[in-house]
């Protein structure tokens, strides 16, 4: 699979960079018996960062609107009808991924069709698994509405740890299944809100890869 370094990850790897070889410089200048532990213990913190930008090479099985793809990875963590309150404002199957700081943290189209809403919201950084991180915490709703006029929310929700969510898509905007839609830095969570009638087609506590795994069937 190739490997890439996500747009958002070019400055911070800059930067952690400098940082880094000016620590290794300040400390070794006094110290020069801590070279090589050094060394090592700075390539492993810098390999940590590169990992979590990395951005691999993905395609689509198959593109179709009939299958809402899983928009990141991450491990599922709720699977269940609530009422959602901003969009719809009616009942939802609400599916959600939480994403580890070792997760890739790209998020991804999981369906075509044009940007029906989208919406920044700021708000507090409670851990992405809480049941409230939903609707408090810093988060930003897209709204997806297909060719057959099926309507799918997601939301990209901030952790304790996330501080910044960035989205490149915009209401009005036509957009490709499996495409980036935005990153969320350092520990997160996506939720997919889905009409009642999907399919779920994934189990509570599994591994999700982003553009490989459905999610769910649609009509």
């Given at each position: 699979?190739?490997?890439?370094?996500?747009?958002?990850?070019?400055?911070?790897?800059?930067?952690?960079?400098?940082?880094?070889?000016?620590?290794?410089?300040?400390?070794?200048?006094?110290?020069?018996?801590?070279?090589?532990?050094?060394?090592?213990?700075?390539?492993?913190?810098?390999?940590?960062?590169?990992?979590?930008?990395?951005?691999?090479?993905?395609?689509?099985?198959?593109?179709?609107?009939?299958?809402?793809?899983?928009?990141?990875?991450?491990?599922?963590?709720?699977?269940?009808?609530?009422?959602?309150?901003?969009?719809?404002?009616?009942?939802?199957?609400?599916?959600?991924?939480?994403?580890?700081?070792?997760?890739?943290?790209?998020?991804?189209?999981?369906?075509?069709?044009?940007?029906?809403?989208?919406?920044?919201?700021?708000?507090?950084?409670?851990?992405?698994?809480?049941?409230?991180?939903?609707?408090?915490?810093?988060?930003?709703?897209?709204?997806?509405?297909?060719?057959?006029?099926?309507?799918?929310?997601?939301?990209?929700?901030?952790?304790?740890?996330?501080?910044?969510?960035?989205?490149?898509?915009?209401?009005?905007?036509t957009v490709q299944?499996?495409?980036?839609?935005g990153f969320i830095?350092?520990?997160?969570?996506?939720?997919?809100?889905?009409?009642?009638?999907?399919?779920?087609?994934?189990?509570?506590?599994?591994?999700?890869?982003?553009?490989?795994?459905?999610?769910?069937?649609?009509?």
């Amino acid at each position: 699979m190739p490997f890439r370094i996500h747009k958002e990850g070019y400055l911070i790897l800059l930067i952690a960079a400098l940082l880094l070889i000016g620590l290794y410089w300040l400390i070794t200048h006094y110290w020069p018996i801590l070279k090589w532990p050094l060394a090592v213990i700075c390539l492993v913190m810098y390999g940590l960062v590169v990992q979590f930008f990395r951005n691999p090479v993905r395609t689509i099985p198959l593109l179709d609107n009939h299958l809402v793809y899983a928009p990141c990875d991450g491990v599922v963590c709720v699977i269940e009808e609530v009422f959602e309150p901003e969009y719809f404002k009616d009942k939802r199957l609400q599916f959600s991924i939480f994403m580890s700081p070792l997760n890739v943290h790209v998020n991804r189209n999981p369906v075509s069709g044009t940007v029906a809403y989208a919406q920044y919201h700021p708000g507090k950084y409670l851990v992405a698994w809480h049941p409230k991180s939903s609707t408090e915490n810093e988060r930003t709703t897209i709204v997806y509405k297909t060719e057959s006029g099926t309507e799918i929310l997601m939301r990209q929700i901030a952790g304790a740890v996330a501080r910044r969510i960035v989205h490149y898509v915009k209401a009005g905007d036509t957009v490709q299944q499996g495409e980036d839609m935005g990153f969320i830095k350092f520990g997160s969570r996506v939720d997919l809100f889905l009409p009642l009638d999907a399919e779920i087609n994934v189990a509570m506590d599994q591994v999700m890869k982003g553009n490989l795994d459905v999610v769910a069937h649609i009509k």
